[in-house]
Nanobody, 125 residues
Framework: QVQLVESGGGSVQAGGSLRLACEVSGVTYSSACLAWFRQAAGKEREGVATFYAGGNSAHIADSVADRFTLSQESAKSTLYLQIHRLKPEDTGMYYC???????????????????WGQGTQVTVS
């Protein structure tokens, strides 16, 4: 059973930074296609980044590429999303998602992901 556990959210002031973590279990980390999504209150879920450890490939959505970065600790099966220069519009629930279909790694289509974490809340004031 694939499990994704997010952590690292919190309440921060605008201009600050956060590092969100997604710990992956139940699947070989290098075979998982991972992504970060976020959802603001009353809005649709938005994909912000994808990562495939097996191919060492990463993609960050253009809308946040100047402030979001990805890193990982493969030994801990953990993917990190670092958010810099936080803005109030970054407020929302951040979710880690995964699937294992290699041909679709890199997708940010919500429907492609069958495994989801519970999310971690980010609030920027």
């Amino acid at each position: 059973q694939v499990q994704l556990v997010e952590s690292g959210g919190g309440s921060v002031q605008a201009g600050g930074s956060l590092r969100l973590a997604c710990e992956v279990s139940g699947v070989t980390y290098s075979s998982a296609c991972l992504a970060w999504f976020r959802q603001a209150a009353g809005k649709e879920r938005e994909g912000v980044a994808t990562f495939y450890a097996g191919g060492n490939s990463a993609h960050i959505a253009d809308s946040v590429a100047d402030r979001f970065t990805l890193s990982q600790e493969s030994a801990k099966s953990t993917l990190y999303l670092q958010i810099h220069r936080l803005k109030p519009e970054d407020t929302g629930m951040y979710y880690c998602a995964a699937h294992t279909r290699m041909a679709e790694c890199g997708s940010l289509r919500e429907s492609d992901f069958e495994y989801w974490g519970q999310g971690t809340q980010v609030t920027v004031s």
